[in-house]
């Protein structure tokens, strides 16, 4: 069983920029892969980012390319999404996935467990 906890959500002008964080419990943290997820008023959940257990491997959306980074720290059992030039249709609940898998041609294979999510908003 794995528990995430997000944080790091909040308001934040078009153009700046926002880093979430997803801090899981149990063991093995390394051994699986994390992703985000967001979800806008009356859309899908969308995939946006996701990164291996070793890290070394990442999938980002072409809608945030170039723009998020997503990290992971092994050590403090923590994925990270950096959120830099924020634009208004990145505003959405973002949830924090775990157990999945990044493959090689960097497809992200989505995991069972899931956050509360944390929702971000951008104003102009």
């Known amino acids: 069983q794995v528990q995430l906890i997000e944080s790091g959500g909040g308001s934040v002008q078009a153009g700046g920029s926002l880093r979430l964080s997803c801090a899981a419990s149990?063991?093995?943290?390394?051994?699986?892969?994390m992703g985000w997820f967001r979800q806008a008023p009356g859309k899908e959940r969308e995939s946006v980012a996701a990164?291996?257990?070793?890290?070394?491997?990442?999938y980002y959306a072409d809608s945030v390319k170039g723009r998020f980074t997503i990290s992971r720290d092994n050590a403090k059992n923590t994925v990270y999404l950096q959120m830099n030039s924020v634009k208004r249709e990145d505003t959405a609940v973002y949830y924090c996935?775990?157990?999945?898998?990044?493959?090689?041609?960097?497809?992200?294979?989505?995991?069972?467990?899931w956050g509360q999510g944390t929702q971000v908003t951008v104003s102009s």
């Open positions: 149990g063991r093995s943290f390394s051994s699986y892969g």
């Open positions: 996935n775990a157990g999945g898998a990044v493959d090689s041609s960097s497809n992200y294979y989505t995991g069972l467990y």
């Open positions: 990164i291996s257990g070793s890290g070394r491997t990442t």
